[in-house]
């Protein structure tokens, strides 16, 4: 990934800051440590995220709005699509507004168990992080001092 940061970022860091993704603070690292330069990474992030990803995200909600509220469907049948919808906000705002205890949807164990394994990914891929960048300190630190004997 750094020789491919290395020519064309701007194209490679826009893109990866127009698509959705959890990941895309390990792009920013890789910028940093490859040495893209600041306006470079700037600017592809806020043209991807700011002309692109907003405008399409607006949009969506926009349509989706637009087709649940002029639904012919009458909201009070229990399959329909329109009802899940309304009931999944209700719930959501239930739980907000007393703080879980109405209103609040069980959560299953396989759902539990996600969060942790993801909590405990998180965790690895920082850890990997600082330890890389420890050892890239003590590496140029090294080189720096190898110059000077």
């Known amino acids: 990934m750094e020789k491919q940061l290395s020519c064309g ?16 603070d390990l792009c920013g690292l890789v910028c ?17 995220k700011a002309l692109v990803r907003t405008p ?6 926009a349509a989706s709005i637009v087709w649940i509220s002029s639904s012919s469907v009458d909201p009070t049948t229990p399959g329909t699509l329109r009802a899940k919808i309304e009931n999944f906000g209700r719930n959501a705002v239930l739980k907000f ?26 965790y690895v891929m920082f850890a990997f992080f600082i330890i890389s960048t420890i050892e890239q300190i003590a590496q140029h630190h090294a080189r720096v001092k190898k110059r000077k004997f």
Request: glycine content about 10%; some cysteine; charged content about 10%.
């Open 9 to 24: 970022s701007f194209v490679i860091i826009f893109t990866l800051s127009a698509v959705p993704n959890a990941l895309f």
């Open 56 to 61: 399409f995200r607006t949009c969506g909600l």
């Open 32 to 48: 940093g440590s490859v040495g893209v330069p600041f306006w470079t990474f700037f600017l592809a992030v806020w043209s991807g």
């Open 97 to 122: 507004i007393d703080g879980g205890n109405e209103g609040e949807i069980k959560q299953s164990q396989i759902v539990a168990t996600i969060k942790v394994v993801w909590t405990c990914l998180s």
